[in-house]
């Protein structure tokens, strides 16, 4: 514990959660065109993080542990399909359960265009993001060898949650988006995610094997991150470039019915 009575690691996850939400949250208002209903897609996806945990990833993770013959846990002597295995378990079910809020009518029937599956995916990725935060943070609460580590020592918390916060977010808006092309394109976007997501945690997961150091790790994610910050302007390229279309096709019809 700290002097305060906290556990450190509370103390720096209020200004984490705080701050990814509001630049984040930020971007993705200023990219709706300052429509405020669009951060409500944040809230379903809250506590996503911890139920595809505790219902789908852990009872995976022991279940392929226990056909291989060895204990669950991410070690360097672990077989390679079943590094391979982690690696892919998170960006898998996660990159699913994070568009389901979509399958509700109401919230599904918005995302007609190209600038609805853009904003609305990165809302949705933010939601989960800030609920994983949060869920982390519970859990490291729990490790009493973290109990008496001062909250300034996890300042590297903040700043890859931060990070992390982002990446969800583009990555929900890659599904998404795929999703409001049709269903090709949403196989096509989903696995495109998968792979990114898979690229944002390799680091880490190196890093836990003791293969690279924690400064690789973290140039690393923040590559990963860049590439994906890259894709969300191209993205955003692509919307403009429908808007534009869309309005051309509205004066073309405009003019055609004026002259018919």
């Known amino acids: 514990m700290t002097g305060t009575g906290f556990p450190g690691i509370h103390l720096i996850l209020a200004p984490t959660f705080a701050l990814s939400a509001l630049v984040w949250g930020g971007l993705i208002y200023a990219l709706s065109g300052r429509e405020p209903r669009?951060?409500?897609?944040?809230?379903?996806?809250?506590?996503?993080?911890?139920?595809?945990?505790?219902?789908?990833?852990?009872p995976l993770v022991v279940a392929a542990a226990q056909a291989g013959g060895f204990a669950p846990g991410l070690r360097p002597e672990a077989p390679f399909w079943y590094l391979a295995f982690l690696l892919l378990l998170a960006p898998v079910t996660e990159e699913a359960v994070k568009a389901l809020p979509?399958?509700?009518?109401?919230?599904?029937?918005?995302?007609?265009?190209?600038?609805?599956?853009l904003v609305a995916g990165m809302a949705l990725g933010l939601g989960f993001g800030l609920g994983e935060a949060v869920f982390l943070a519970y859990g490291v609460s729990l490790n009493s060898s973290y109990a008496e580590m001062p909250w300034y020592l996890f300042a590297g918390f903040l700043q890859e949650r931060f990070l992390i916060c982002l990446a969800h977010a583009i990555l929900t808006a890659i599904v998404v988006s795929g999703w409001q092309r049709g269903r090709r394109s949403l196989l096509v976007g989903y696995l495109a995610a998968v792979g990114l997501h898979a690229m944002v945690n390799v680091g880490a997961m190196l890093y836990q094997l003791h293969l690279i150091t924690e400064g690789a790790s973290q140039v690393s994610l923040m590559a990963a991150?860049?590439?994906?910050?890259?894709?969300?302007?191209?993205?955003?390229?692509a919307r403009a470039a429908g808007e534009r279309d869309e309005a051309e096709a509205g004066k073309a019809n405009a003019v055609r019915a004026g002259t018919g």
């Open 38 to 58: 669009c951060l409500w897609l944040t809230l379903p996806t809250l506590p996503l993080s911890a139920l595809v945990t505790l219902l789908i990833k852990r």
């Open 225 to 237: 991150v860049a590439l994906l910050v890259v894709i969300l302007g191209a993205l955003l390229h």
């Open 102 to 117: 979509l399958l509700w009518p109401p919230a599904g029937a918005r995302v007609t265009s190209c600038r609805d599956a």
